[in-house]
C-alpha cells in the first residue's frame, strides 16, 4: 500500500499570501488529521476530517481552515500568512471507525517558510 | 491546565545500553498513550499503544509501561543501537478527545558507538 504522500514538500511565501497544502491518505483510510510542527510548541492539532466533515478542531484561528473530498483527500488552506506560520505541517491518516484506538499514518510533511 | 510533558529535551546514551524515556501528563483521563519515533525531515512513525488498563506493553527491543497513578509513562530502548537515534515522541488519546491525539515536544536520543 502506498502511504499518505502530501504536496508540495516545500514552500516559500511571503506574508499576506494565502497557501493551500494537499495530502492523499492511505487507501482506505478515511480520516485526515492535519498537525503543526514547530521547534518551539512541538506537534499541534489543527483539524480533522472524516468522511467530508470537521469532526474535530484545534485552537488555531479562522485563517486555518481545511476540507475533505469524497476520496479522501484532503487540502488544508493557510490565508493572511504570518511569519509564524512557518512551520513543518504533517497530515495524518487513520481508519477513522470512531474507535478510542486511533493508530495514525504520517505523511512526510510540507516545510512552509514564510519570509 | 492540561498539559503532556517529555522531561528530556536530548538524551545521550552508549551504544548496547538501554534508554529510558518520560512522559507525564495532568489533568487529563487517558484512554490511550502511544509512542512514536521521527527521523529529521520525517513524518512520526507509530511505535507501540498502551491502554489505560495496562501495565506494560512489549515489542522487540521496545519496553512501554503506563503508570495512571503517577500519570507517567516509561518507553525503554534496551541494547540501544546508533540506529535508534532520533526524536521520540509521546502522544496521548484521552476520553472524550474523539481519537485526536495530544503530543509531547519530543525527547531527541543519540546513541553514540
Known amino acids: 500500500k502506498a502511504g499518505v504522500t502530501q504536496t508540495p514538500r516545500y514552500l516559500i511565501k511571503t506574508r499576506g499570501q494565502q497557501v493551500t497544502l494537499s495530502c492523499s491518505p492511505i487507501?482506505?483510510?478515511?480520516?485526515v488529521s492535519w498537525y503543526q510542527q514547530t521547534p518551539g510548541q512541538g506537534l499541534q492539532f489543527l483539524f480533522e476530517?472524516?468522511?467530508?466533515?470537521?469532526?474535530n478542531k484545534g485552537n488555531f484561528p479562522g485563517r486555518f481552515s481545511g476540507r475533505q473530498f469524497s476520496n479522501s483527500r484532503s487540502e488544508m488552506n493557510v490565508s493572511t500568512l504570518e511569519l509564524g506560520d512557518s512551520a513543518l505541517y504533517l497530515c495524518?491518516?487513520?481508519?477513522?471507525?470512531?474507535?478510542?484506538?486511533?493508530?495514525?499514518?504520517f505523511g512526510p510533511g510540507t516545510r512552509l517558510t514564510v519570509l | 491546565s492540561q498539559k503532556i510533558e517529555q522531561n528530556s529535551e536530548a538524551l545521550n546514551i552508549q551504544e548496547g545500553k538501554t534508554a529510558t524515556l518520560t512522559c507525564n501528563y495532568t489533568?487529563?483521563?487517558?484512554?490511550?498513550l502511544q509512542w512514536y519515533r521521527q527521523d529529521p525531515g520525517r513524518g512520526p512513525v507509530f511505535l507501540l499503544l498502551?491502554?489505560?488498563?495496562?501495565k506494560e506493553k512489549r515489542k522487540e527491543r521496545l519496553k512501554v509501561t503506563f503508570d495512571t497513578t503517577l500519570k507517567q509513562s516509561l518507553f525503554h530502548i534496551t541494547a540501544s543501537q546508533p540506529a535508534d537515534s532520533a526524536t521520540y515522541l509521546c502522544?496521548?488519546?484521552?476520553?472524550?478527545?474523539?481519537?485526536?491525539?495530544?503530543f509531547g515536544k519530543g525527547t531527541k536520543l543519540s546513541v553514540k558507538p
Open positions: 495524518a491518516s487513520s481508519l477513522g471507525t470512531g474507535a478510542s484506538y486511533n493508530e495514525q499514518f
Open positions: 487507501s482506505g483510510h478515511r480520516s
Open positions: 476530517y472524516f468522511s467530508e466533515t470537521q469532526r
Open positions: 489533568n487529563y483521563s487517558p484512554a490511550y
Open positions: 498502551i491502554r489505560e488498563n495496562e
Open positions: 502522544a496521548l488519546e484521552y476520553r472524550g478527545s474523539q481519537g485526536n491525539l495530544i
